[in-house]
């Protein structure tokens, strides 16, 4: 990759944009970043169902550009109900899906009614979303139904940053009920329904469905599972004539949650690239939620500290940028996440094999 130099007169921010303290002609480092904490593989989405509730026509379908799934707009799956949009001042931080919902407000009962097949276990994910849509700052309250069984019931008051139910349900026709039903004053809404076909010796039960309790992200090496959340860094330097001058990796035991493992690796690789003597960077990552927090500097209490530490270590430099890019650019970087993460593992196994 060759980057042309740049010249460079701008104001400090993090808004994407570069930024110099003094107007100069400078040399661009590229800094490739990835971080591994756990593996998705590529999957079709044969028999999915990605609904964007209220999703005008004219709009759909479209690609999460998150996770590549293909939403397409509700309309053709229920017939009752309105179209609504969050209000501009709530839309910040939002994927998508939670910025248009379809909301109810005539009759008790409304269901959409989706094509499944028989005696399959499905993954059914449903997401709410008020974002002061209608104006009234009034949170709703209401109760959802799996067929003529209750779900759960959705308090957006409680939740105001919206709400994600989650159930593993196998279906006993082949058409599938949800259904939202008003309880109160309120008017039940939802953004978006998401249903995933599984295996059948996938999560057993004798009776019933399985309602999502928590979820943790653990590491898979081999036969064994295990439990130490454990997440592995990478980074590349790329000099503006396209030659690698630096590559590094490393590890860390007890990380959460994988955007916690990104936002490591960036604070690593600005802390590297100080140390030695780098002054202009652009940082690509293929974290776009993380990308997304630092350009706009939106505040995620996971990772609040480790945002200030970015933020703090990118003034530092004369010239800086972040850019969102997909996996399938961020190979390399990725595969020395990956063996950072195996060779700490290997060596936590050596101590302990009974982990």
């Not at 996770?67 to 309309?75: E, I, R, W």
């Amino acid at each position: 990759m060759y980057l042309k130099p740049l010249y460079i007169n701008s104001v400090p921010d993090f808004q994407g944009n570069w930024k110099a303290r003094d107007n100069m002609k400078s040399h661009l480092s590229l800094a490739l970043i990835g971080a591994f904490a756990i593996i998705v593989g590529a999957q079709t989405q044969e028999g999915f169902i990605s609904l964007d509730c209220g999703l005008p026509i004219g709009e759909s379908p479209y690609n999460d550009p998150y996770n590549g799934l293909t939403f397409t707009s509700d309309s053709n799956f229920i017939q009752t109900g309105e179209s609504g949009k969050f209000e501009k001042d709530f839309n910040k931080g939002f994927s998508r899906q939670y910025l248009t919902m379809r909301y109810f407000p005539e009759g008790k009962r409304n269901c959409y009614s989706l094509d499944v097949k028989s005696g399959t276990n499905y993954d059914i994910l449903v997401s709410f979303g008020y974002g002061n849509y209608d104006g009234l700052n009034l949170y709703p309250n209401f109760d959802i139904y799996l067929g003529p069984n209750k779900w759960t019931r959705i308090d957006l008051e409680v939740k105001p940053n919206g709400i994600r139910e989650e159930i593993i349900h196998k279906a006993k026709s082949n058409s599938l009920d949800i259904c939202l039903v008003k309880t109160g004053t309120t008017v039940p809404l939802i953004s978006a329904i998401e249903i995933r076909p599984m295996r059948n010796d996938t999560y057993v039960t004798h009776s019933g469905s399985l309602r999502l309790s928590h979820r943790e992200y653990y590491s898979r090496f081999g036969e064994q599972i295990r439990d130490t959340n454990i997440s592995g860094s990478g980074w590349i330097f790329i000099d503006y004539t396209g030659t690698e001058v630096l590559r590094g990796q490393a590890a860390e035991r007890f990380v959460s949650s994988p955007l916690l493992a990104e936002a490591l690796a960036i604070r690593y690789t600005l802390n590297h690239t100080l140390e030695d003597g780098i002054s202009n960077i652009l940082v690509n990552s293929d974290a776009l939620d993380l990308i997304r927090a630092i350009i706009t500097q939106e505040k995620i209490k996971e990772i609040y500290g480790l945002l200030f530490d970015i933020q703090t270590l990118a003034s530092l430099f004369s010239l800086f940028s972040f850019r969102y890019i997909s996996r399938s650019e961020n190979v390399v970087a990725d595969s020395i996440a990956k063996i950072a993460k195996s060779r700490l593992v290997d060596s936590i196994t050596m101590r302990n094999p009974l982990l």
